[in-house]
């Protein structure tokens, strides 16, 4: 399932970039087409230095900001993964340790483990001594916690979603207004190529600020849910680890022999 979603996110993006890229290829040609009619400059000018000429300042902005919104989206496809959320190799540690009885040991086993998994199980065990409530209460407190650091790390991705459409408006109401300055200095002198500049700028901007937008809001939903999805799931592994432990650690109470500290 996660491989058709990056599948569809990866062919999104690549339609996305293909209709801006085609779009500007088909205005640069119009434009360059009627340069050529009515002045020496050469056809072959640069298509690419045009679309820059055209979104100016606010332009440069978005793509900057389309620079950041990928390394954001390849960041959180490298962490939000089971491996990081849960190894296979702590799980299955933590299962070994549980089964012997090797409480002191579990406990060292998850010390220093910077994964969801082994920061809620350690914070569960910290306060075991003081009662199975209390571990399981500090257990749930660190998995929000937790929960909400990974969900910080996408909010940028809202931000830009909702940004992009603001920043494109800028953009649009800053071309309007070039094209309707050349209208009105202009007297009977109208020049169209002046207007068709304003009306350009506005449209290109526009159309970028939509084109950064909908992906944004489209990796934010999916990583949010892939968030909530591990979230849930670690919890559960994590409470039910530690409810092993308690068990464990009642069985060495009821035989009779002064169970080990959980802390070293």
């Known amino acids: 399932m996660n491989r058709r979603i990056r599948t569809l996110a990866v062919a999104l993006c690549t339609g996305f970039v293909v209709l801006f890229l085609f779009g500007a290829i088909g205005m640069a040609q119009e434009a360059a087409e009627a340069a050529a ?16 000429k055209v979104s100016g300042a606010i332009g440069v902005f978005i793509l900057i900001l389309s620079l950041y919104f990928v390394s954001v989206v390849i960041q959180q496809f ?28 579990l406990f060292q086993a998850v010390e220093n483990d910077n994964s969801f998994l082994g920061k809620t199980l350690h914070a569960g065990l910290s306060d075991l001594d003081y ?11 660190t998995a929000e916690a937790e ?14 979603g909702t940004l992009g459409p603001m920043i494109g408006l800028l953009g649009t109401l800053k071309g309007m207004i070039s094209s309707f300055v050349a209208i009105a200095i202009s007297g009977k002198n109208l020049e169209a ?72």
Not at 131 to 141: F, I, M, N, Q
Not at 147 to 160: D, P, S
């Open 193 to 264: 190529s002046k207007v068709a500049e304003g009306i350009s700028e506005a449209l290109v901007l526009t159309f970028e600020g939509v084109l950064i937008s909908i992906p944004a809001i489209y990796f934010y939903a999916m990583f949010r849910g892939r968030i909530s999805k591990f979230a849930v799931e670690t919890t559960t592994l994590a409470d039910d680890m530690l409810r092993a432990a308690i068990r464990a650690l009642k069985r060495q109470r009821a035989g009779g022999a002064a169970p080990a500290p959980v802390k070293p």
């Open 37 to 52: 009619e009515g002045a020496a400059e050469p056809q072959s000018q640069s298509m690419l230095w045009w679309l820059i």
């Open 131 to 141: 009662g199975a409530d209390e571990a399981r209460e500090k257990l749930e407190r």
């Open 78 to 105: 490298l962490e939000l993964r089971q491996d990081n959320i849960a190894p296979k190799e702590l799980v299955a540690e933590c299962d070994r340790l549980i089964q012997e009885g090797d409480l002191k040991g």
């Open 147 to 160: 929960t909400v650091n990974m969900e910080k790390k996408i909010t940028i991705l809202a931000t830009i």
